[in-house]
């Protein structure tokens, strides 16, 4: 099914592309982040030759300043004290930016927006009252990519899509924008040959979004018996289930704290497959290229949140995943192509 345009608010036209200040809105998780790089890119394109900041937050300052579809960034949008919240306002005021598309779509953001009145700029959001209006009763159940080029069709920008075939993001600039430097090759690592990457992690405050290590472990024992080197991979606080992986099967790469987002694309580019949980580096190696396969629990639905990448994309489903086996995961890695050797340039 196609979706259709609904009308925008009486009066509103699609915004200039000749607009020459334009602000993104993205703040939120990494997936999240991730996922609307691909509006980034429609956007980008849209407005040939303004000035585009996003406003986001210091986890991904330096990412972002480093993609080529945003001219400035700032870091500091998530402030939570009203008078915090105030300066933010004043400084999008005196910013005077042309068109602001709001992809985080909070109550946050739509503060800022009502900050500004009663002269805001054109902003494209949920905002009451904004000049474009993403107010299709669907979003809360679409794909977030999906959702977004959605709000960005609604907005005037770019055509509608059927549910799965919006824009993906894409990270094929990461190695040409770092110059492609040692640090970002398997062999920095110590990695040799073929290799997959796992990534165990989720949420602290999330733990049924966990497949246990022990069973990361099993698979691990499976990828290397093919002669595949299993790499993990994640944040500091993945340290104990890299461990305990490795302790099943010690021919495992553990890369865990290691890694930067930069880092994460680049191996991803290269790996044979990436498998892991619901977690935002998924999303980075979905966009990267990786074929990947992902791991939901009952507790989040992969309709709505499941990574997509050109690599192709794969979602395991249990009602918990401690009842999930290894089999059928070592057979889905084969399915997306992942025990194909993936080249290195």
């Known amino acids: 099914m196609i979706l259709r345009r609904k009308p925008m608010t009486e009066g509103a036209d699609p915004p200039s592309p000749q607009a020459r200040k334009v602000l993104v809105i993205k703040l939120g998780a990494l997936g999240d982040f991730v996922q609307s790089l691909a509006a980034a890119k429609v956007i980008r394109e849209y407005h040939v030759g303004a000035r585009i900041t996003l406003l986001t937050t210091p986890p991904f300052e330096a990412f972002a300043k480093a993609c080529p579809d945003f001219d400035v960034v700032e870091s500091d949008g998530r402030e939570r004290d009203p008078q915090a919240v105030a300066q933010m306002v004043q400084r999008l005021r005196a910013a005077k930016y042309d068109m602001v598309y709001d992809l985080q779509t909070s109550g946050r953001t739509g503060n800022y927006f009502q900050g500004l009145r009663p002269w805001p700029p054109l902003w494209s959001g949920i905002a009451p009252g904004c000049s474009h209006p993403h107010s299709n009763p669907d979003r809360e159940t679409m794909h977030t990519l999906d959702r977004l080029a959605d709000q960005l069709f609604w907005a005037g920008i770019g055509p509608p899509y059927a549910p799965g075939e919006a824009p993906l993001p894409d990270l094929s600039w990461v190695r040409m924008a770092q110059r492609d430097p040692p640090r970002l090759q398997p062999a920095y690592f110590g990695i040799k040959g073929p290799f997959g990457l796992m990534i165990p992690g989720a949420s602290a405050h ?3 979004k966990r497949w246990p290590a022990e069973r990361y472990g099993a698979l691990a024992r499976r990828i290397a ?8 991979i994640g944040a500091k606080d993945e340290t104990e289930a890299a461990a305990a992986i490795a302790k099943v099967e010690p021919r495992v790469r553990n890369i865990v704290s290691r890694t930067d987002f930069f880092q994460l694309a680049a191996l991803a580019e290269r790996a044979a497959f990436a498998v892991g949980n619901d977690t935002g580096p998924m999303h980075i190696a979905a966009a990267a290229g990786a074929p990947c396969v992902v791991l939901f629990s009952s507790d989040s639905d992969p309709a709505r949140v499941c990574p997509r990448g050109r690599g192709g994309v794969m979602a395991m489903t249990a009602g918990s995943l401690a009842d999930l ?19 290195a340039a």
Do not use: C, M, Y
């Open 225 to 232: 018996d093919r002669g595949v080197t299993p790499v993990v």
């Open 206 to 208: 999330r733990p049924e």
């Open 325 to 343: 086996d290894v089999k059928p995961v070592e057979q889905a890695i084969g399915n997306v192509g992942g025990f194909a050797q993936r080249g």
